[in-house]
């Protein structure tokens, strides 16, 4: 069975699209989500109801989470200083509009996916085990992967959250990050989702029209669009304060 992890879309239906169509194309069989769907993009909507069509099973992630918890803002500031500027955004600038735009069935339908996705011996979470905020780099030691990974008790596991895809295989187990669908981070900008293949894991990437999406952002009210679209354009985070 051929199955498609598609992690961190941050409402960039123009790559959804395109990465759906890949998908198909390759004859998967089934389709998992990794989480962080809607925020930090201008068409949140219609890439939930596109998800939700789609009948994708997944679980949540951090930036799906914040649209119903804002006392998370106060937590994530204390545990990582450096990225105030960044969670002010996160909470006090895209949360409020993405409510808006989402409305309270959405949302609830997001409430309700869980933590873990589990198949046979494959784990899918959004970033680790009981937390949704911290998940290692592709570049952390084995020991460092193990600590955080081992817990899952399974042949392969698999993450989101960082939009920088890689595979490692340790002595125990596999962990491999599917990347970003709609934003990456590692200086490739074209859409990265996971295939897995009789236990074989393999990155997809695949173009997608990137000036359509940045032309929908500016012409959007979606606050930040200028920084999100040069993070589209770029591949790579642009800090927030650039």
Not at 219 to 228: L, Q
């Amino acid at each position: 069975m051929r199955v498609a992890i598609v992690s961190d879309i941050h409402g960039n239906l123009t790559a959804l699209e395109a990465v759906i169509a890949d998908i198909e194309r390759r004859g998967v069989d089934r389709v998992v989500h990794g989480g962080d769907l809607a925020l930090a993009g201008c068409q949140p909507v219609e890439v939930i109801d596109r998800v939700r069509e789609l009948g994708w099973p997944g679980v949540v992630g951090n930036t799906d989470e914040l649209l119903w918890r804002p006392q998370e803002h106060e937590v994530q500031a204390r545990n990582a200083p450096k990225l105030r500027d960044l969670l002010r955004l996160l909470f006090d600038d895209y949360a409020p509009v993405t409510r808006e735009l989402l409305g309270d069935e959405r949302i609830a339908w997001l409430r309700q996916l869980p933590d873990e996705h589990r198949e046979d011996n494959v784990v899918l979470v959004h970033a680790s085990p009981g937390d949704l905020w911290r998940a290692p780099l592709p570049d952390a030691e084995d020991s460092k992967l193990t600590a955080t990974y081992a817990s899952c008790d399974a042949e392969t596991v698999i993450y989101g959250h960082i939009h920088r895809p890689y595979i490692r295989r340790l002595e125990q187990f596999t962990v491999t990050n599917s990347g970003s669908v709609g934003s990456p981070f590692d200086g490739d900008p074209r859409a990265s989702y996971l295939l897995l293949d009789s236990d074989q894991a393999q990155i997809a990437r695949v173009e997608y029209d990137i000036e359509r999406e940045v032309d929908l952002l500016l012409r959007s009210d979606y606050p930040d669009a200028p920084r999100i679209a040069k993070t589209r354009r770029l591949g790579k985070f642009v800090p927030v304060t650039d």
